[in-house]
């Protein structure tokens, strides 16, 4: 097939699922070409050796890659992200007709949702088929309405895009959903269910794959023979660190168990006050680490630690967090509820309990300390066959893959 990619992320930035994606589909056979911006995420900053220019296109790893220019800004407000992300859509729709002219199929990784906007013209146009595949539900991923009457601005901009969503599942010709609550959502919203299927995300293999802990990786997190247990990503409102730093604290010289904090994020600087208000000797903050150091360093923790806030817009989405430790054939505590805790438990690779419950994650840091290492063992062993059987880079690409070839032949007269 010929297969265009379009895409507002794409590596160089850390854009693993649409960049896996095209340089695995390539490798099969396709030819694909990627409709991309100039990388600036997340810096708001052109990256160096790049400039933004009208023609700019590249081979890499057998994929074709054109690039177009948008505004870009490493100011962080609503209306500097809305401007990023309209003049995008603008280059991306100018530039598609003649580039993408050919495709049988596009892939459409959303959001955001002027992504969609080359991929729309495209089937206005020569009636090219569009797969989307989604990562995340608008409006509630970026405002949410008012029903008390009050915030009619937000209220409008929560409408129309209520309704740019519903136009948007109806015209596309398969979506793909990273959870199966997701799926429901869509569901609700317009989609037709025979054309929405939940294909779970994958992680980047290269980067998370089982190793195992090393005295070099021990020492650079701190371990000190405890049960240790790792969160390794942002520190940020989605995640609220703040309920491990008190579920740890509260175990603090009465079980051995350490949490260990690797990342940074707007809630950091938060998180290290309280720690110190509580005195947890327990609570070590390690700050940011180069991404190729991650799997060793997984791999010196007993358990990676997974958290999502109690907000009905996360109970049907699975953090990327997931998939890394378990790619990773790592044990999990999730602090988490809908489709995380679901899986978690379903597949038997860690222990789980409500979102935002610092005692309930008390009572699992506790329990986890009490699991022999040959049950431990174990758990990391499902951790990794669930990860090949469900999320690996190979079952999502076949799937989507198929989804393609579903939707090309849709086009062909019968």
Known sequence: MRIGVISYWFPPEPAFIPGCLAEELAARGHEVRVLTGFPNHPTGRIYPGYRQRWRAQSVEGGVTIRRVPSYVSHDGTAARRMARQLTYAMSSALAAPGYLSGVDAVYVYFPPAGAYAAAAL???????PAVLHLQDVWPEGVTAPSPDGRGERAGMVHGLLSRTMRAIYRSASGIAVIAPSMRDVVIERGADPEKVR??????????????????????AIGHRGRTTIMHAGTMGPFQRVDTAVRAAAALDGKHDVDLVLVGS????????????????????FLGWRPPAEMAELYAAAEYQLVLLRDLPALRGSVPAKLQAALSAGAPVVASAGGDTADLVERARVGLSCPPEDWQALADRFALA??????????????????YLARMSLRAGVDQMEQMLAEAAASRRPR
Do not use: K
Not at 198 to 219: I, M, S
Not at 369 to 386: G, L, N
């Open 122 to 128: 495209l089937r206005l146009l020569r009636r090219v």
């Open 198 to 219: 939940v294909v779970l995300n994958w992680t980047d293999e290269r980067l998370f794959r089982p190793l195992g802990p090393t005295p070099a990786a021990r020492r």
């Open 265 to 284: 994020g707007p809630e950091e600087a938060q998180s290290r006050r309280l720690a110190e208000e509580l005195g947890a000797t327990n609570v070590r």
């Open 369 to 386: 300390t009490m699991i022999p290492s040959a049950a431990r063992e174990e758990m990391a062993r499902r951790a990794r066959d669930s």
